[in-house]
């Protein structure tokens, strides 16, 4: 009688062992509907980083003419030196003549592409809009490659900066990071040596995120905002300090340089510039154009693939040295080796 009262129980309960499961066994197991069930896939393709690539903001345009040349040339005609002691002219007698020092950057246009192929069967069984979305993923691709030459180009630079009178990227420790002092250092030197400021007069400092960070955290700038401008403080913005605004780039050129490895140095260390105007040129013989070629062809006669590709030609060159200066510090994240 009792065992017949379980029995019930169970069944009403769900608990019986002929409960129809879905989540345990296998398909072709009693028991279970494994058999019936697939993937639902979401309407939404995930999101991938769109990191911030900003350095052809602050190089000068210098567009070269389609059927003109691979090379453009520019020209300076440099400064006549001032004396400090000026001579004096001798009554009815011209002073000595002095030559012109023209000085010649020549930039040899390079080309660049990437090209990717879809199959016809991925776009007919794909449920998302496959050629769409990755039309949008080497745009983005395009963008950081046009930025990482431009950052090979400026790491190129003969003016260098170190905190805390470094003097190379081995003898940094986790400690030297960006500061206010360094920033209104760089912006004498870039003074005295004559650098033009960007629109609005300020120098313009391009950092990675963890040197900027750094930056928000030096005690001469939270003194500074603590009363006059907390907001900046809760934003999280450097804004301008020491006549040089302050951006940021998570660009891939601002990885950290993870070379060091010896007891006491930095782990990371991060590469920014301070740039004034005039720095860097940046010639474009080919815009970035995007391509889409539809099936066939001799070498796809049965319209199996689909290819997207992009390409582009251009080259940076810096045209002033003096003007542009590397700083390299650490850090938040650059723990010293024990």
């Known amino acids: ?50 990191l911030n690539t900003i350095l052809d903001q602050f190089g000068e345009k210098a567009p070269v003419p389609s059927n003109s040349s691979k090379t453009i040339q520019f020209v300076r005609e440099e400064k006549f030196t001032t004396s400090t002691s000026p001579t004096q002219l001798t009554e009815g007698l011209p002073p000595d003549a002095v030559g012109l020092t023209l000085n010649q950057f020549d930039a040899v246009m390079e080309q660049y592409g990437f090209l990717t192929r879809i199959s016809d069967l991925a776009e007919l069984t794909a449920k998302h809009p496959i050629v769409q979305r990755t039309m949008h993923l080497m745009s983005l ?9 431009i950052f090979n180009v400026l790491n190129s630079s003969t003016q260098t900066y170190f905190p ?65 401008s907390p907001d900046k ?17 998570n660009a891939p050129g601002f990885l950290p340089n993870t070379s060091n490895s010896g007891t006491g140095q930095s782990t990371k260390v991060y590469t920014s510039f301070m740039i004034g105007r005039y720095a860097y040129q940046i010639s474009d013989l080919q815009n970035l154009r995007v391509y889409v070629v539809a099936p066939g062809g001799q070498t796809d006669p049965l319209q199996q693939s689909r290819k997207l590709g992009w390409k582009f030609a251009f080259k940076a060159i810096i045209t002033n040295n003096n003007w542009l200066t590397a700083y390299f510090t650490s850090g938040l994240d650059s723990l010293a080796h024990a």
């Open 141 to 149: 691709q395009a963008a950081e490659t046009h930025d990482q030459l």
């Open 233 to 249: 403080i809760w934003r999280g913005e450097v804004d301008t300090l020491a006549g040089i605004r302050v951006v940021r780039s």
């Open 1 to 50: 009688m009792f065992k017949n009262f379980l029995n019930v129980a169970f069944g009403l309960l769900g608990l019986g062992a002929d409960v129809v499961t879905v989540t345990s066994g296998t398909a072709g197991n009693a028991g279970n509907v494994a058999a019936d069930l697939q993937t639902y896939f979401s309407a939404k393709l995930l999101e991938v980083a769109e």
């Open 164 to 228: 805390n009178g470094r003097t190379a990227i081995t003898g940094l420790l986790p400690t030297d990071l960006p500061s206010y002092n360094d920033l209104t250092a760089i912006e004498a030197q870039l003074q005295t040596l004559g650098a033009r400021g960007m629109d609005g007069g300020d120098y313009v400092a391009v950092m990675a995120p963890n040197a900027y960070n750094a930056l928000l955290r030096d005690p001469d700038w939270k003194a500074s905002h603590q009363l006059s």
